[in-house]
């Protein structure tokens, strides 16, 4: 398995463990309310899981299984380690906005590194992509 894959797959699970941590935690509140203010993590809880560890999951195990070029070559794996940087930053602007004193413009700045880093991986799998045998 290739570096950049093994490396996204731990941080997409260290994602998921964080936002089941967190659910777990709004969940037991729920029943036995202990932290009011617990709920204000709730936008935390669904971009960890949602982008941070199915999306990032999904990328790494593709940049792992798509056929690479003769020779083993992976292309411009620039831009798939550019892509995942800028996914796990996204992720924790957009996480950590709603409960910390960053300015609200900080979800926007989150999410517009997250299209960069969609973009980015298009760009870089795109030419991986085609049929067998060619």
Known sequence: MPALSVLAIRIALCHLAVGLTIGFLMLANKGVPFAPGLWRLLPAHIELLLVGWTVQLAL?????????FRGGDFGRLWLARLAFVFLNIGVLMV???????????????????????FLAYISYIWPRIRPQGV
Not at 105 to 114: C, D, Q, S, Y
């Open 60 to 68: 790494a195990v593709a940049h792992w299984i798509i056929p690479r």
């Open 95 to 117: 996480a950590l906005t709603p409960i910390t004193p960053l300015p609200p413009f900080t979800v926007v700045a989150g999410r517009i590194l997250e299209a960069t880093a």
